[in-house]
């Protein structure tokens, strides 16, 4: 099992020169983390997490709300959290499905020129999963089914299309040779939901992060059968093969990003940035990070500006590509 530890500490290194630089300003009244998605999701999670743990280890000297607000393709939370421009006392935890929300041109006019960008923190890959007695035993039975008829099997997955799932859902369809146009995928607002539609028999496949499903895994009424990923996740899911071991050559990595407002100063981005990063080192986060099978990448304010933009430039020509960009 992966170090969590030591790969943890590798990454703060990268930025403890700027996070530990000393800092002027610090927030004087109730902070908002916005969530662009509903209550229980993967990003809902990850958002709790991060208010717990800069709470619990008072990082913040004020009090902090999470504030859910789905839909869009996280858009409306982040035409939210532009809309409080220069004020720091806002935040958004922004994942890689708003970035393909702004490739495909369907972001509402809200940019990565819109926010500050402040911190990068997790990467989590998705996964693939069936109602526990489906016949489809693995990803390669998915492909085969696919390959027969590409409208014989139907796909649950959130938050927005065109986002990394999505992407990754018609990638399979054409590994397998099929027409994704034909593919039949859903979308709803947490992957806590598309569970619950897969576990009653309304669709066939859910594609997700790996906590999402858990709960409904464990109590039998779920089955993991591919991890979207370069290797298998440690931990409860050991056992489940890459969708590279089952033939298919696809991968769903989904990073989170804490973003600020546009126009926040140099000092507010570094106190943010500093808070962030003290808290990856607490207990608490650690929990998380082993409970939620999170892979810690950990890039600062000062890099990750153009790390972004390199990746949505990635989304938009794949999405070019699949005819998605209006």
């Known amino acids: 099992m992966v170090n969590l530890k030591y790969v943890l500490c590798a990454h703060l ?3 403890a020169g700027a996070c ?18 509903a209550a229980a999701g993967a990003n809902d999670r990850i958002g709790r997490a991060i208010q717990n743990a800069l709470q619990a280890n008072r990082l913040v000297p004020v009090t902090m709300s999470v504030v859910n607000k ?21 935040l958004a ?13 369907r972001g509402g006019g809200t940019t990565l020129r819109d926010v500050t960008p402040i ?16 016949p489809l035993r693995s990803m390669a039975d998915v492909r085969d ?54 576990a009653g028999g309304h669709l066939d496949v859910g594609h997700s992060s790996a906590a ?42 989904v990073s989170y990003v804490i973003m600020a407002a546009k126009g926040i100063s140099p000092a507010q981005a570094a106190y943010w940035e500093n808070a962030l990063t003290r808290m990856m080192q607490s207990d608490e ?19 990750l500006p153009a790390a972004l933009d390199a990746q949505f430039e990635r989304y938009r020509q794949r999405l070019n590509e699949m005819g998605l960009v209006k």
């Open 13 to 15: 290194v990268i930025v």
């Open 20 to 37: 530990y630089a000393q800092v002027e300003w610090k927030p004087d009244r109730n902070v908002e983390l916005v969530i662009g998605a």
């Open 70 to 90: 789905p839909g869009g393709g996280q858009t409306i939370a982040i035409a939210y959290l532009s809309a409080h421009s220069g004020n720091p006392h806002y």
């Open 93 to 105: 935890l922004a994942s890689s499905s708003w970035l393909t929300t702004i490739a495909g041109a």
């Open 119 to 134: 911190v990068r923190l997790f990467t989590e890959y998705q996964v693939f999963f069936v109602k526990a007695d489906s």
């Open 145 to 198: 089914r696919l390959r027969k008829d590409p409208t014989s099997v139907s796909f649950a997955y959130s938050v927005g299309a065109g986002n990394p799932l999505h992407i990754s859902i018609v990638d399979v369809a054409a590994a397998a040779g099929a027409d994704p146009k034909k593919v039949k995928a859903v979308v709803f607002d947490s992957g806590t939901m598309s569970a619950a539609q897969v």
């Open 212 to 253: 999402s499903p858990m709960p409904m895994v464990q109590g039998g009424k779920l089955r993991y059968i591919g991890v979207a990923g370069p290797q298998r996740i440690p931990g409860p899911l050991a056992d489940v093969p890459t969708l590279r071991e089952q033939g298919l050559d696809v991968m769903t990595p």
């Open 285 to 303: 986060i650690r929990k998380d990070i082993e409970t939620n099978l999170w892979i810690v990448d950990l890039l600062g304010h000062k890099e």
